[in-house]
């Protein structure tokens, strides 16, 4: 029986069809997973540098930290280079003028700004990168990079904020009172963040379980883009 043209031609289209449908669905299994900009923040004595650090010893191979520049002298126990980068005010000036900073502000009469390099060189290698800045620079940073993830961390109530800060015993007089007087602002600014985690005193893990899982959720987000500097 000779081969028939129309019989062959529909199979032609129903096996273009079929593949199409089969190249969809592996699409569908192979959707892309980008590495996040997690960015906390909050007020001074929410505890956001502790937090955050709890964050990268869970995980040391996923999460990357960033490691801010600031001209303030250390507090004690923080380390250059682990803590902050410990910068000098021309140093600090040079930076900005060769375009190293992703952004910088003037917080309580020093600057503190935020290398780039070290974000892009994470996150070209797959992880995660925890940024804790201070709120005025998380505004900064949501301009700049508008899918990044923010959240607010926050303590239990003022009372307790209030003595945390008294307690770290790095201010006192005017400058403690000013840091009482911001954290009453930024206190009002909890809306312009994604999420806010509670960091209650004695429950550390539970804040730290709860930004772990806003991490995996937002890897599990449909709609997902690559973070751009």
């Not at 926050?154 to 209030?162: A, P, Y």
């Amino acid at each position: 029986m000779a081969n028939n043209p129309v019989h062959a031609s529909k199979n032609i289209i129903l096996s273009s069809k079929i593949g199409a449908n089969m190249l969809h669905e592996e699409n569908v299994y192979q959707r892309p997973v980008y590495p996040i900009l997690l960015v906390i923040s909050g007020p001074s004595g929410v505890g956001k540098d502790t937090i955050a650090r709890q964050l990268i010893e869970r995980r040391p191979d996923k999460f990357y930290f960033v490691v801010t520049a600031t001209t303030r002298p250390p507090r004690t126990g923080e380390v250059h280079g682990h803590d902050y980068f410990f910068v000098s005010n021309d140093e600090f000036a040079r930076m900005i003028e060769a375009n190293e900073l992703l952004e910088y502000a003037v917080v309580y009469n020093d600057f503190k700004g935020i290398p780039k390099q070290q974000i892009r060189d994470a996150l070209k290698s797959g992880r995660d990168v925890i940024m804790r800045v201070d709120v005025q620079g998380a505004a900064t940073i949501r301009k700049l990079v508008p899918n990044a993830v923010s959240v607010f961390l926050m303590s239990e109530s003022e009372d307790e904020l209030v003595r945390r800060l008294r307690e770290r015993k790095s201010e006192s007089g005017d400058s403690l009172n000013l840091r009482i007087a911001t954290a009453r602002q930024e206190m009002k600014r909890t809306d312009e963040f994604d999420y806010f985690v509670v960091n209650a005193e004695g429950e550390q893990e539970r804040a730290v379980q709860q930004i772990m899982s806003i991490i995996e959720a937002h890897h599990c987000c449909v709609e997902q883009s690559p973070v751009v500097l």
